[in-house]
């Protein structure tokens, strides 16, 4: 087979989608699948609405119409602030986007306005994460100005959590969210139909004891697709971790003497780079590298021990693991690693389980083979 690959399970996909769907429900909440670390991979977006997920979410408009081409007509809401320079494209593909300025959100009315259309208008309020949001004094005042454009309506608020900081958010926050949601009504008038607290780092909040309050939305990508926490690392109970799996070939193995820097590598001190002290030991080299993917962010199988990479290949320790040169490892990835292997065109997306034919129908039974996309 081809390598690098990821293979996909779309099977494990729909299971962590609908398992999250079920507990969150239970609380009212509804699940937003974030399919920005897959690039809006159409397959992958229709594993997480066969879960049940209530809609899509990405980063990219390019994700956004990826997914429309395939045929996907369910809500899908761009999750990072657009672009003046994309907003005809938002407006065509998007239903509603999280925004934090005013100019942005006057030229999305503009353009709605011009596609005889309205679009949702979210705002993303501040809470601690310090990447993007309206400081939450401001907020009421922010919303009120959002009611009076043309073009878009004010469809909720939502706070964002460890992205920027590692930081979980904790019950309190919420509490103040909701509290800002009753703010915006008193002080503005329309119902605050959406109250999105936050993505999967909000997820021990939210199977916990705790009252959800006004919170009615979690947006998940890590915890649908991964099985596991973005704080912490750690699985989710009842998620599949092995959803995705990564494929490389070894291309050389050998018993290499400890590098000794030679006079011009260690005058270029900047690139000098710190290695295990592993004289003499098996190594095997994996035809992947920085530009196939986050190699900080791999997990090699037991016996295998990570010693660097480049930009083309990946070094490993195979003194207690049988590695031979053509045979094919198979590596597990974190989220970062994902993200730039599902976005690396040198790496083939192999799915397993459910598939669309001809881009566009879906397929109900599900199948146990493998395409290359
Ligand atoms: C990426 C992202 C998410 C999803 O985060 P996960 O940790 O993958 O669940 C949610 N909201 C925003 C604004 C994002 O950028």
């Known amino acids: 087979m081809t390598s690098p690959r990821v293979e996909i399970d779309l099977g494990k996909i729909e299971a962590n989608a609908r398992y999250l769907v079920r507990r969150l429900c239970a609380c009212r909440i509804s699940v937003t699948g974030v399919t920005k670390a897959v690039c809006g991979h159409p397959d992958i977006a229709e594993a997480m609405l066969d879960g049940g997920v209530a809609g899509l979410a990405d980063a990219r408009i390019k994700n956004v119409i990826r997914m429309r081409k395939a045929g996907i007509t369910c809500p899908i809401s761009m999750i990072r602030a657009p672009m003046l320079s994309e907003m005809e494209d938002v407006i065509q593909y998007c239903d509603a986007s999280y925004n934090t300025e005013m100019d942005t959100i006057l ?222 490892m198979k590596i597990g990835l974190n989220y970062s690693a994902l993200m730039r292997a599902m976005s690396a065109p040198d790496v083939v997306k192999a799915i397993r389980g459910k598939q669309r034919m001809n881009g566009s129908a879906r397929d109900g039974e599900t199948r146990p083979f493998l395409a290359l996309i």
Request: hydrophobic fraction near 40%.
């Open 107 to 328: 030229k999305l009315g503009a353009a709605a306005k011009q596609q005889s259309t309205s679009h949702d208008v979210i705002l993303m309020v501040e809470m601690g994460d310090m990447r993007e949001g309206i400081l939450p004094e401001n907020l009421t005042d922010f919303a009120t100005r959002v009611t009076a454009t043309a073009g878009v309506a004010l469809k909720g608020i939502a706070a964002n959590f460890a992205c920027m900081s590692n930081v979980a958010p904790m019950g309190g926050d919420m509490v103040r969210l909701s509290r800002l949601a009753a703010q915006v009504e008193r002080g503005c008038g329309p119902f605050v139909e959406l109250v999105s607290g936050g993505g999967s780092a909000n997820l021990p909040w939210a199977l916990g004891e705790n009252s959800s309050g006004r919170v009615n939305n979690l947006r998940l990508g890590e915890a649908i697709l991964l099985g596991t926490d973005p704080v912490t690392g750690q699985p989710i109970a009842g998620l599949h971790t092995d959803a995705f799996a990564l494929f490389a070939e070894v291309i050389e193995t050998k018993a290499k003497p400890r590098a000794i820097p030679t006079k011009s590598a260690a005058s270029e001190l900047g690139n000098l780079k710190l290695v295990r002290n592993d004289d003499g030991k098996a190594r095997a080299i994996l035809s992947i590298g920085q530009q196939d993917t986050d190699t900080s962010g791999l997990t090699f199988p037991s016996g295998v021990l990570f010693i660097g990479a480049t930009s083309d290949h990946t070094v490993v320790d195979s003194t207690n693991s049988a590695v031979s040169v053509g045979s094919e």
